[in-house]
Antibody, heavy 116, light 107 residues
Framework: EVQLVESGGRLVQPGGSLRLSCAAS????????MNWVRQAPGMGLEWLSY????????YYADSVKDRFTISRDNAKDSLYLQMNGLRAEDTAVYYC?????????WGQGTLVTVSS | DIQMTQSPSTLSASVGDRVTITCRAS??????LAWYQQKPGKAPKLLIY???SLQSGVPTRFSGSGSGAEYTLTISSLQPDDFATYYC?????????FGQGTKLEIK
């Protein structure tokens, strides 16, 4: 069974940093492209970032470019999102999602709250 | 960036009804569209990809169609488990974007 489990979300002050992790199991992680998608409270879905299976190709949404960094460790079956310069508008549930184009498996999400 | 607009934003319907949700894109593309279902407190679930291909395990009462800049998700006979929020997503080019969602409520 495919499983994606996010962790690392917590309350952080504006301007702070946070690193989210996504642990994968039940499939060959190194063979799949991965993404981060977020959802602000009561709002819709926002795609944030993509990383190819090797990590050689990366894309970001403009809203997080230059602040967030996606990475992966295929030896550890893990995906990461380093978030710097956090703002109140970054408050959201962050999901990792598998897929190149559409997302066929999602984690349960981890909540990031940016507030003083 | 391609903007996706769903209609309606909210839809009230009864068990057994046939319902259709529409997703319009700000520019045309060739069927590179997915539909997701999300229930409160849960992650989205993929229903349809490539505009009309049913994801494995998804009931056949769900179907997708469309081309160009207009796409639809149809549920042929609503079941109690179908009351949820539905999102479309294009994957024509980065950044991928989602529609704002359609909340399907019980009438």
């Amino acid at each position: 069974e495919v499983q994606l489990v996010e962790s690392g979300g917590r309350l952080v002050q504006p301007g702070g940093s946070l690193r989210l992790s996504c642990a994968a199991s039940g499939f060959t992680f190194s063979s799949y492209e991965m993404n981060w998608v977020r959802q602000a409270p009561g709002m819709g879905l926002e795609w944030l970032s993509y990383i190819s299976f090797s990590g050689g190709t990366i894309y970001y949404a403009d809203s997080v470019k230059d602040r967030f960094t996606i990475s992966r460790d295929n030896a550890k079956d893990s995906l990461y999102l380093q978030m710097n310069g956090l703002r109140a508008e970054d408050t959201a549930v962050y999901y990792c999602a598998r897929g190149l184009n559409f997302f066929d498996s999602w984690g349960q999400g981890t909540l990031v709250t940016v507030s003083s | 960036d391609i903007q996706m607009t769903q209609s309606p934003s909210t839809l009230s319907a009864s068990v057994g009804d046939r319902v259709t949700i529409t997703c319009r894109a700000s520019q045309s593309f060739s069927s590179l569209l997915a539909w997701y279902q999300q229930k409160p407190g849960k992650a989205p679930k993929l229903l349809i990809y490539e505009a009309s291909s049913l994801q494995s395990g998804v009931p056949t009462r769900f179907s997708g169609s469309g081309s160009g800049a207009e796409y639809t998700l149809t549920i042929s006979s609503l079941q109690p488990d179908d009351f949820a929020t539905y999102y479309c997503q294009h994957y024509n080019s980065y950044p991928y974007t989602f529609g704002q969602g359609t909340k399907l409520e019980i009438k």
